[in-house]
């Protein structure tokens, strides 16, 4: 008897046949791979031999990526690797900032990655050479070694990667001509070569990059004309050039009608001439800070998908015409600042819809300002000569304005009431102008948004008002040298993120506001020139005042002896801040670098006067790391407490004009920051200390019109000082070499005050604020008081650097 089986039986059967059939073959294709997703053994000690030249990739403590790998698991697993999927080649590394803090070896593990085709090592702390080895890594399409400390020049042999795309040096210390080689990289997208020493110039024939889309030199060394070759790059979108002293017109060559080019940074060069006529269509265009010329770019404004424009700091003149440019414009940033353009602004900038920010300062503008500008999200106006407003209630229904910058013009009459309804305002600027009056309190309207008030230098007359109980984020109030009476508001204390407070130049009159002290982030307090009097010592305020960096109480009516503060509690003075060194730029920063053309009205930054002989002299730099203490010219008395000597970080300390007593501290040695020292005018007896003339900064320094007796302390300090420094110390002696290298013929004693020049010729009261804000946040900022010799004219050019332009005016 046969059986045959049912055809569901058979369907079944054959279907677990095939089943096992496919499981089989594909068991016996795992086995007959070389590889499947799992690395080569060549690449895994390829690279445990790279992490092992690292010994800080050993913590597992300290984050990186290498830190976990081992021969135990594969390495195409690993962090930061990448494997081919057929053949288990690693193909990406990307090992940013892991911090590998050591140099790259020409025989490193790295280079027997022969399959790489992406590397980062961006940030990772190296240092050394680039090794040629790079060139044999012949499949890389990315090279990011950016950030590092890397020196020398690029290997020629980088000119051997003919597949890369992305080549980013930035952030290095990298130096040298670039090489010719690197022209054999036809295929590259990016070339980033910023923030290094290169020079003296490009690569003659840049055309050869014809996939070039993104083009960034900024900060380097290179010089002379621009090579145009590589404006016929089709493909071209962005190009920073800034901050290097390429020279000449800048010119475009036949750049074609259909050019990609949207971003162009050709700011901090030396170019020169007109604007080219070839300048095709941009988003974001910086020209800034070099010497072209001619009249207002119509032209340019015709371009109509232009966003950004930044023309500031060159040599444009004539009226402002935007000539029939459409209004269907895209335009939402446009500085013209610093350059020489006259006349008013047209009315027909209320086309620009779009406009957000508007930058017309340091020009030769006057008339009206249109109400149209109320519209804007920041307006700076500032150093020119506007003298009123247009009607500005039809424009303040949705008001959006948050930075108003109308210093150093020509406006006067009372407060504009209309300003107290711009509620989104939070930098506030009208100093330096001819309002009178008295301040309104409807500012308590727009206290809370406000970051920066600055009503300083005009006639405002009357009290403060009280219109502080809401302004929780304001940083700095600036209401100086106006004719201000009777008390500081204590509403002041609602204000906890006061940093800078300048009443000085007024009419106040009141006992010390120690109150002040609990603001929990005060860095600088100007009391100067008021009528303040009594003791500043008063409930145990010296604990207070912990980010207190510069007090200046001069020019009043204060009393008492000078307490004994707990000088350990002044954090920022008694801390020495070595990284605080350097230049900043005083007046508006502008700018549209910074590689992403970024909002470039990001900046607030306060000048700086000094004040002498009747004249304001304003400068644009002053170094960042002013810590100061002035109570001068008040009637403190009894002896200068040694815990002063506390203040280490300490730079100018000015205690003149009292009726101080007893021995000069010994502590002021420990004061190892200090530039300047004032202590003439005063009752102190005794030697001067020895160990002032160990104090290397130490440069000018005033002990005339005392008691003090014994010889002058031998040293460079003390030799290099005017013989006036210590006339009026009957009993000093040792001046006769001294006023001999001052052209001043040797005096007895008795003699001295007779060479005294007039008072008002002796001293520089000098005032330098420098405040950095950014819309919504405080970035921070310095400030300084120093009172010295007129005679040292060549301590400002200590202070200063690449000549800084200087304004001078008739002061009022």
């Not at 086309?351 to 017309?360: A, I, M, P, V, W």
């Not at 008492?560 to 060194?581: C, I, K, R, V």
């Not at 005392?706 to 031998?714: C, F, H, Y």
Request: aromatic content about 12%.
């Amino acid at each position: 008897m046969i059986i045959i089986p049912s055809q569901s039986y058979s369907f079944s059967g054959i279907v677990v046949t095939l089943y096992f059939f496919f499981l089989f073959s594909f068991v016996l294709h795992i086995l007959a791979s070389p590889t499947l997703n799992r690395c080569r053994h060549d690449q895994r000690d390829a690279l445990l031999e790279f992490k092992h030249e690292f010994p800080g990739t050993m913590n597992p403590e300290i984050f990186n990526h290498m830190s976990l790998w081992n021969k135990s698991t594969d390495c195409c697993s690993w962090e930061a690797v990448t494997c081919d999927a057929k053949y288990g080649q690693v193909i990406s590394l990307n090992l940013h900032e892991d911090p590998l803090n050591n140099t790259l070896k020409p025989n490193s593990g790295l280079f027997k990655l022969r399959y790489l085709q992406k590397l980062s090592l961006l940030n990772c702390n190296l240092y050394g050479e680039i090794p040629s080895s790079f060139g044999n890594l012949s499949h890389l399409t990315t090279l990011d070694l950016s950030s590092n400390e890397l020196v020398g020049q690029v290997p020629a042999s980088i000119g051997n990667l003919t597949q890369l795309k992305y080549l980013v040096l930035a952030h290095n210390n990298l130096s040298g001509k670039i090489s010719v080689s690197l022209a054999n990289l036809t295929k590259l997208i990016q070339l980033d070569l910023s923030y290094n020493y290169f020079e003296p110039e490009l690569i003659p024939d840049m055309s050869r990059f014809h996939n070039l889309e993104y083009f960034d030199v900024s900060l380097n060394l290179f010089f002379g004309p621009f090579p145009t070759s590589l404006f016929t790059i089709p493909s071209l979108q962005m190009v920073y050039l800034w901050r290097n002293n390429f020279t000449g017109p800048i010119n475009f060559g036949n750049t074609s009608s259909s050019s990609n080019l949207s971003g162009l940074d050709l700011s901090d060069n030396k170019f020169d001439g007109p604007i080219p006529e070839s300048i095709s269509k941009f988003l974001k265009l910086d020209i800034s800070n070099n010497s072209f010329s001619g009249r207002f770019p119509t032209s340019l404004f015709t371009i109509p998908s232009l966003q950004w424009v930044h023309l500031g700091a060159n040599n444009f003149t004539g009226p402002i015409d935007f000539g029939n440019t459409s209004s269907s414009f895209n335009l939402r940033g446009l500085s013209l600042a610093d350059n020489k353009f006259v006349g008013l602004i047209p009315e027909f900038i209320s086309k620009f819809l779009n406009l957000g920010e508007l930058d017309l300062s340091n020009n030769k503008l006057e008339g009206r300002v249109p109400c149209c500008l109320l519209r804007l999200s920041m307006l700076k106006l500032s150093h020119n000569s506007f003298s009123g407003f247009g009607k500005s209630s039809e424009v303040l229904d949705q008001p959006q304005l948050s930075a108003l910058h109308l210093d150093s013009n020509s406006f006067r009459g009372p407060f504009p009431h209309w300003i107290c309804e711009i509620i989104s305002l939070k930098i506030l600027d009208l100093s330096k102008n001819s309002f009178n009056g008295s301040i309104p309190p409807c500012l308590g309207n727009i206290a809370y948004s406000l970051q920066v008030l600055n009503l300083g230098n005009n006639n405002f007359s009357g009290i403060l008002p009280d219109v502080f109980v809401n302004a929780t984020n304001l940083n700095a109030l600036d209401v100086s040298r106006n004719r201000l009476e009777g008390k500081l508001p204590k509403t002041l204390i609602n204000c906890t993120y006061m940093e800078f407070l300048n009443v000085e130049g007024n009419q106040f009159k009141d006992k010390f506001p120690s109150w002040l002290g609990s603001m929990p982030f005060l860095n600088v307090l100007i009391l100067r020139s008021n009528q303040f009097y009594g003791p500043i010592y008063q409930d145990q305020v010296y604990i207070w005042f912990q980010y207190l960096e510069v007090i200046d109480v001069s020019h009043n009516d204060f009393t008492g002896t000078f307490p004994a503060f707990d000088f350990s509690s002044w954090h920022q003075m008694t801390t020495l801040n070595p990284e605080n060194y350097g230049v900043i730029y005083m007046g508006y920063s502008i700018f549209l670098n910074n590689h992403n053309f970024q909002n470039p009205f990001s900046s607030y930054i306060s000048s700086m006067e000094i004040v002498h002989k009747g004249v304001d002299i304003e400068f644009e730099k002053i170094r960042t790391d002013f810590v100061a203490i002035d109570i001068s010219r008040n009637r403190f008395y009894g002896k200068i407490p040694e815990s002063i000597g506390l203040l280490k970080g300490l730079r100018f300390l000015n205690l003149s004009n009292n009726a101080f007593t007893s021995n000069i501290p010994q502590s002021l040695a420990n004061m190892t920051n200090l530039e300047t020292l004032d202590l003439s005018q005063n009752q102190l007896s005794g030697q001067i200390p020895r160990d002032l003339g160990e104090l290397s900064f130490l440069s000018t320094m005033n002990f005339a019109h005392n008691k003090l007796e014994g010889p002058i302390p031998r040293g460079a300090q003390f030799q290099s000082q005017n013989c006036s420094s210590f006339m009026d110390n009957p009993k000093l002696y040792g001046l006769d070499d001294i006023c001999i290298k001052t052209h001043v013929p040797n005096p007895r004693p008795q003699e001295l005050e007779d060479l005294s020049e007039p008072e008002e010729e002796q001293v520089i009261n000098w005032i330098a604020a420098a405040i950095a804000y950014v819309p919504g946040v405080f970035c921070g900022f310095v400030i300084g008081h120093i009172f010295i010799s007129h005679k040292h004219e060549w301590f400002m050019e200590k202070l200063l650097r690449n000549k800084p332009r200087v304004v001078i005016r008739s002061a009022r």
